[in-house]
């Protein structure tokens, strides 16, 4: 049985001396292996734990991964929601997560409570909640959904009946003008998404005019206005891959740009700036996860995301409409 000792609630995450001079990544594959363990990461994640993931993918795809795996545990390189999730359909697996700190800050815009009172304004409204939101949210929810599935799941609902989309509202916008549907919005955002520049992807125009702009539709209109190519992280990555080698601005969370490279080297990737000079194109929460954190946690089978039975199978429901409702959706 893994020491659960070793895992400080405080902390959220498993804290011990590692010796500098282990080879972590072998270690890794190795844990892997002893433990029937699958490691499935997020585009988002830093390089190397990329490399090290046996599925590297968008929302959509790490739950359709999680869904089919026989693994018995599932290690789970991305934010607490996403873990969640994995879970939800899972509940007879492990689902480890290295940080239970890397949570989201659009799913942290939409508490359960505040979003179950909202929802009594509007009795005959359906719910298409994205999948960046808390088992909480997703249990208030008749369907979820990811943004490379979400145009296809909410043409799927009658003309005549309205829905409300949450928690993202610049997804939500962009939806409306993608459907025609006059959905009822959430206030919500990503602040990865939400801080690109529509002025410096200007600049960036002038300094590289054969550029195509790709953006995800997290970003703000004023920045979706000037994209040539709007989609998912993995409609993104796969827009490049079949259109290079030429120069791409990439307005989204700059992990992506470890697959894209790979895919075609000969392509010039150039990150989209945020509005300040920070790193912010870089999702802090995303970054928490580590190759030391990430070995600590195969280690010791900790931390575990866990759920009441109660709240996993309401939760569960919505998920699988997601996954009939968007069959075939890449």
């Known amino acids: ?24 990544f072998s270690e890794i594959e190795r844990l892997k292996d002893e433990k029937n363990a699958i490691l499935l990461a997020h ?68 508490p359960a409570d505040e979003f179950a009172e909202w929802l009594k304004q509007y009795p005959d409204h359906k719910v298409v909640t994205y999948v960046n939101s808390t088992a909480a949210v997703k249990a208030l929810s008749d369907v979820t959904c990811t943004s490379s599935s979400a145009a296809h799941i909410i043409n799927q609902f009658p003309e005549d009946q309205p ?11 962009y939806l409306i003008k993608e459907t025609g549907r006059d959905m009822v919005l959430w206030d919500g955002v990503c602040i990865v998404h939400e801080t690109f520049s529509e002025k410096r992807i200007l600049r960036l125009q002038v300094r590289h005019p054969d550029a ?11 920045v979706l206005q ?23 601005i990439v307005a989204t969370e700059e992990g992506i740009l470890h697959q894209m490279r ?11 700036p945020p509005e300040s000079g920070c790193n912010c194109s870089q999702c802090p929460h995303m970054r928490l996860n580590t190759v030391e954190k990430l070995y600590l946690c195969l280690r010791h089978e900790q931390p575990e995301v866990t759920l009441e039975e109660d709240l996993r199978r309401r939760a569960l429901e919505p998920i699988e409409r997601m ?3 968007s069959e075939g959706v890449k």
């Open 43 to 110: 585009y988002y994640q830093e390089s190397e734990i990329q490399d090290l993931a046996d599925y590297v993918g968008d929302s959509l795809g790490l739950a359709r991964k999680a869904a089919a795996t026989d693994a018995e545990i599932i290690v789970f390189a991305g934010v607490h929601f996403m873990a969640e999730s994995a879970k939800i359909m899972n509940p007879e697996k492990r689902v480890i997560l290295p940080d239970l700190n890397a949570g989201c800050s659009l799913a942290d815009t939409c």
């Open 163 to 173: 829905l409300i989309f949450a928690p993202d509202k610049n997804l939500g916008k």
């Open 1 to 24: 049985m893994p020491d659960t000792a070793v895992l400080d609630p405080e902390i959220g995450y498993v804290e011990e001396d590692v010796d500098p001079t282990l080879d972590l």
């Open 226 to 248: 000037h994209a040539d190519f709007i989609g998912s992280t993995s409609q993104i990555r796969r827009y490049a891959r079949e259109n290079g080698p030429a120069s791409f």
């Open 323 to 325: 996954l009939e409702m």
């Open 212 to 222: 195509e702009v790709l953006a995800h539709p997290e970003c703000r209109d004023a």
């Open 262 to 272: 790979q895919d075609e080297p000969q392509n010039e990737l150039i990150p989209a």
